[in-house]
C-alpha cells in the first residue's frame, strides 16, 4: 500500500539555521503530496502542497518540490524561527482517498 | 478557505460513559468525512471513512461496536466512543472531503482531546 517516510526526529536548530526535513513516499500513481504542521495542543494546519511532478510548493517561508524521480518531497527553509518550533507531517493523497501521513518530525527551534 | 469544525475541543469522561464527538464542515457539503486519531507524540491514524447516507468503512483493528460513526447529513458526522475506557484517551481528528470539479482537498478539524478517567 501507499505510504510516506519521513527523517527521524527530533531536529534542534538554532534560530535562523537552514531546514530540511527529508520526506519520500511509495503510492501508485500520482498522489498529492502535503506538509502539515501541528503546534503544540492544536490540530493539524496545511502548510504547504504540490499535485504533480516538479510542482513546488511554498508557504511562509517553506518550500518543497515534487520530486518524481526521487519520490520525494522534502521541506525547506532558509531562517527558522523559534515560533517553527513544532511537529511536521508529510502526507500524500491518492485520487482522492484517505490520507497517508509519515510519522512526524519534531523541530525545536533555539533562540 | 473551508472550515472543518469539532466540538468539543476538550472532553473528560468516567470509565464507562460514552462520548460523542461532532465533525462539521461549515461552509461546503462533505459526502465523505474521515476520523482519525493520533496518541502522545504518533502520526495520525486513520480510523473510519464515513459516508452521508451509508455505513462507515472501518479500518482493520478498529471495533466498529466500540466507535460509533454516524453521517446524517452533508455537513455532520459524529464519532461516538461507548463505553470509555482510559487507553481510549487521545486525540481525534476529522477531516472532510471537497470535490469541486477535476479538483479536490481534505480539510482539517482542530481536534479533540478525550480524556478517560
Known amino acids: 500500500g501507499d505510504s510516506v517516510t519521513q527523517m527521524e526526529g527530533p531536529v534542534t536548530l538554532s534560530e535562523e539555521a537552514f531546514l530540511t526535513i527529508n520526506c519520500t513516499y511509495t503510492a501508485t500513481g500520482y498522489p498529492s503530496l502535503f506538509w502539515y504542521v501541528q503546534y503544540p495542543g492544536e490540530g493539524l494546519q496545511l502548510l504547504l502542497k504540490?499535485?504533480?511532478?516538479?510542482d513546488k510548493g511554498s508557504n511562509k517561508g517553506f518550500e518543497a518540490t515534487y520530486r518524481k524521480e526521487t519520490t520525494s518531497f522534502h521541506l525547506e527553509k532558509g531562517s527558522v524561527q523559534v515560533s517553527d518550533s513544532a511537529v511536521y507531517f508529510c502526507?500524500?493523497?491518492?485520487?482522492?482517498?484517505?490520507?497517508?501521513f509519515g510519522p512526524g518530525t519534531r523541530l525545536s527551534v533555539l533562540p | 478557505g473551508a472550515v472543518v469544525s469539532q466540538h468539543p475541543s476538550r472532553v473528560i469522561c468516567k470509565s464507562g460513559t460514552s462520548v460523542k464527538i461532532e465533525c462539521r464542515s461549515l461552509?461546503?457539503?462533505?459526502?465523505?468525512m474521515f476520523w482519525y486519531r493520533q496518541f502522545p507524540k504518533q502520526s495520525l491514524m486513520l480510523m473510519a471513512t464515513s459516508n452521508e447516507g451509508s455505513k462507515a468503512t472501518y479500518e482493520q483493528g478498529v471495533e466498529k461496536d466500540k466507535f460509533l460513526i454516524n453521517h446524517a447529513s452533508l455537513t455532520l458526522s459524529t464519532l461516538t466512543v461507548t463505553s470509555a475506557h482510559p487507553e481510549d484517551s487521545s486525540f481525534y481528528i476529522c477531516?472532510?472531503?471537497?470535490?469541486?470539479?477535476?479538483?479536490?482537498?481534505?480539510?482539517f478539524g482542530p481536534g479533540t482531546r478525550l480524556t478517560v478517567t
Open positions: 461552509d461546503f457539503q462533505a459526502t465523505t
Open positions: 504540490a499535485t504533480k511532478a516538479d
Open positions: 502526507a500524500l493523497d491518492n485520487y482522492g482517498q484517505n490520507f497517508v
Open positions: 477531516s472532510a472531503f471537497r470535490r469541486q470539479g477535476a479538483q479536490h482537498e481534505q480539510y
